[in-house]
């Protein structure tokens, strides 16, 4: 697959994700209004709140994203290695220079957002400034800028900025349901109060899935061009060797936000490593390093 | 004319109407390909060239703040002022990455001379011009290598076939790739 018909690919799939997302939401709205006895001004709020965050999340995730990672503007004195290393493969990949971001975090990490190449940011932690050498801090950068390249950025900050919004909703929507069950006479339908449970249990996980769906393969792509700007696989291969063992995860990752880094930045637990793997939004860190050193 | 006939010669009509579009479409869209690509290619070259001059700028600072120190080495002083108006007035790409690629030598000698100059060594604003001719270096390698992968695409498309035909009917010519020092190819001496 060349980058042009990749790029084409994610266009279509964020215009996917808007209208999976638009009819997920109005639809929950439906069911939540039918529970209460007014299934259509519910849908309304539902198709607004929706198409207000489809357009927000096209226009704003960048910032938002930064907003929740809570990351910084790094400046060319204080990180001087990591500002000419994006400045210097931005150069060779062709692409204009990203804005430059950090978050003061101990786990190494990184992520790129925005909605293209002329509105991306590249965001590193400071841990994995101090782990990393030149040739490795090269291959990190080199991936994230072929996310930019490829406009992955696009369809993943946007799937978080919506995922972000399910979550919340269907938060805001259990506590008032289970608030207000108490005391006050309701006659309602059982029906509809099984499908009222059944929408805030269901939603997440389409959300989840719509997250992995996003993920996982272009992780691999997304090595393989980074090694084609670099021309040095071993350098991305060391870095995700030191990023994979480090025991501690980032703090202000959240599930919404998880499949942006280019390494998983939640840490192993003790929960059988199946369900880990099938719910994964990143390919293990073992199978990507073996892939670059045969390269 | 019978009606059947008639109908026989429309339709020879329509297919070569419809060879003829076909043939025109391709055409098109060959000849815009390769306007797109050349354009990429002198984008990437403008891209060395910002590089180039901001590698130039800084020469004068770093000549001017060694001198200060040692006063007694006139050959590389000129031989890198000699470099750095050869690059300015490098008109084709050949020229220019000859002209840098001196440039690149003379600063080496530049910059082995600084060694013997301890209070030299420890100038912040050395150092700091140091490392802004080094992070321009790099900044030269790698729009560099920009360039040369989009020459390489464009040089090898008007080459094949069919492609070639149209690029001989439109004046389309290869362009020069821009060569650096070919450094690891040289011979390394080792010295005890």
């Given at each position: 697959?060349t980058?042009?018909?990749?790029i084409?690919?994610?266009?279509?799939?964020?215009y996917?994700?808007?209208?999976?997302?638009?009819?997920?939401?109005?639809?929950?709205?439906?069911?939540?209004?039918?529970?209460?006895?007014?299934?259509?001004?519910?849908?309304?709020?539902?198709?607004?709140?929706?198409?207000?965050?489809?357009?927000?999340?096209?226009?704003?995730?960048?910032?938002l994203?930064?907003?929740?990672?809570?990351?910084?503007?790094?400046?060319?004195?204080?990180?001087?290695?990591?500002?000419?290393v994006?400045?210097?493969?931005?150069?060779?990949?062709?692409?204009?220079?990203?804005k430059?971001?950090?978050?003061?975090?101990s786990?190494?990490?990184?992520?790129?957002?925005?909605?293209?190449?002329?509105?991306?940011?590249?965001?590193?932690?400071?841990?994995?400034?101090?782990i990393?050498?030149?040739t490795?801090?090269e291959?990190?950068?080199a991936?994230?800028?072929s996310?930019?390249?490829?406009?992955?950025?696009?369809?993943?900050?946007?799937?978080?900025?919506?995922?972000?919004?399910?979550?919340?909703?269907?938060?805001?929507?259990?506590?008032?349901?289970?608030f207000?069950?108490?005391?006050?006479d309701?006659?309602k339908?059982?029906?509809?109060?099984?499908?009222?449970i059944?929408?805030?249990i269901?939603?997440p996980?389409?959300?989840?899935?719509?997250?992995?769906?996003?993920?996982?393969?272009?992780?691999?792509?997304?090595?393989?061009s980074?090694?084609?700007?670099?021309?040095?696989p071993?350098?991305?291969?060391?870095?995700?060797?030191k990023?994979?063992?480090?025991?501690?995860g980032?703090?202000?990752?959240?599930?919404?936000?998880?499949?942006?880094?280019?390494?998983?930045?939640?840490k192993?637990n003790?929960a059988?490593?199946?369900?880990?793997?099938?719910?994964?939004?990143h390919?293990?860190?073992?199978?990507?390093?073996?892939?670059?050193?045969?390269? | 004319?019978?009606?059947?006939s008639?109908?026989?010669?429309?339709?020879?009509?329509?297919?070569?109407?419809?060879?003829?579009?076909?043939?025109?479409?391709?055409?098109?869209?060959?000849?815009?390909s390769?306007?797109?690509?050349?354009?990429?290619?002198?984008?990437?070259?403008?891209?060395?060239d910002?590089?180039?001059?901001?590698?130039?700028?800084?020469?004068?600072?770093?000549?001017?703040?060694?001198?200060?120190?040692?006063?007694?080495?006139?050959?590389?002083?000129e031989?890198?002022?000699?470099a750095r108006?050869?690059?300015?007035?490098?008109?084709?790409?050949?020229q220019?990455?000859?002209?840098?690629?001196?440039l690149?030598?003379?600063?080496?000698?530049?910059?082995?001379?600084a060694?013997?100059?301890?209070?030299?060594?420890?100038?912040?604003?050395?150092?700091?011009?140091?490392?802004?001719?080094?992070?321009?270096?790099?900044?030269?390698?790698?729009s560099?290598?920009?360039?040369?992968?989009?020459?390489?695409?464009?040089?090898?498309?008007?080459?094949?076939?069919?492609?070639?035909?149209?690029?001989?009917?439109?004046g389309?010519?290869?362009?020069?790739?821009f060569?650096?020092?070919?450094?690891?190819?040289?011979?390394?001496?080792?010295?005890?």
């Amino acid at each position: 697959m060349t980058v042009y018909s990749q790029i084409a690919q994610n266009k279509i799939k964020t215009y996917i994700i808007f209208v999976v997302f638009i009819l997920i939401f109005t639809g929950f709205f439906l069911i939540i209004g039918n529970a209460y006895g007014s299934p259509w001004p519910y849908a309304l709020l539902g198709l607004t709140i929706s198409l207000v965050s489809t357009v927000g999340s096209y226009f704003y995730s960048d910032s938002l994203v930064l907003k929740t990672t809570k990351a910084r503007k790094a400046i060319k004195e204080e990180f001087f290695d990591l500002y000419t290393v994006v400045e210097n493969l931005s150069l060779a990949a062709g692409l204009p220079t990203p804005k430059i971001y950090v978050m003061d975090d101990s786990s190494p990490n990184a992520f790129a957002t925005g909605r293209n190449a002329k509105h991306a940011v590249v965001c590193a932690t400071t841990g994995l400034l101090n782990i990393l050498d030149r040739t490795e801090l090269e291959g990190v950068i080199a991936h994230e800028l072929s996310h930019i390249k490829n406009y992955d950025i696009l369809v993943s900050t946007v799937t978080a900025v919506l995922v972000g919004t399910i979550a919340l909703v269907a938060d805001l929507i259990m506590r008032s349901f289970w608030f207000s069950s108490g005391g006050r006479d309701r006659n309602k339908n059982p029906i509809t109060l099984v499908l009222l449970i059944a929408a805030i249990i269901i939603t997440p996980i389409i959300a989840t899935l719509i997250q992995l769906a996003v993920s996982r393969r272009r992780e691999y792509l997304a090595d393989a061009s980074g090694v084609l700007i670099t021309r040095y696989p071993e350098g991305l291969a060391r870095a995700l060797a030191k990023i994979s063992s480090y025991p501690v995860g980032v703090k202000s990752a959240t599930t919404s936000t998880a499949h942006l880094f280019i390494s998983n930045p939640f840490k192993k637990n003790a929960a059988g490593s199946i369900m880990r793997s099938l719910f994964s939004t990143h390919p293990p860190a073992e199978k990507r390093i073996e892939i670059l050193r045969r390269m | 004319m019978d009606i059947t006939s008639f109908f026989t010669f429309m339709n020879i009509g329509l297919i070569i109407v419809g060879i003829v579009i076909a043939v025109g479409t391709y055409l098109v869209s060959v000849y815009n390909s390769l306007i797109v690509l050349k354009t990429r290619i002198q984008e990437a070259l403008s891209g060395i060239d910002v590089q180039l001059k901001r590698r130039a700028d800084l020469i004068p600072n770093i000549v001017e703040t060694v001198k200060g120190y040692a006063t007694h080495e006139k050959d590389v002083f000129e031989n890198v002022t000699k470099a750095r108006s050869a690059l300015m007035n490098a008109g084709t790409v050949g020229q220019k990455a000859e002209a840098d690629n001196m440039l690149t030598g003379a600063l080496k000698s530049l910059f082995a001379v600084a060694e013997n100059y301890p209070e030299l060594k420890a100038n912040t604003n050395f150092l700091d011009l140091q490392r802004q001719l080094e992070d321009t270096e790099d900044k030269v390698a790698y729009s560099r290598q920009f360039y040369n992968s989009n020459v390489l695409d464009f040089n090898s498309k008007i080459q094949m076939f069919p492609t070639v035909i149209i690029a001989k009917t439109f004046g389309f010519t290869t362009f020069e790739f821009f060569k650096a020092e070919k450094e690891d190819q040289k011979k390394v001496e080792v010295k005890f």
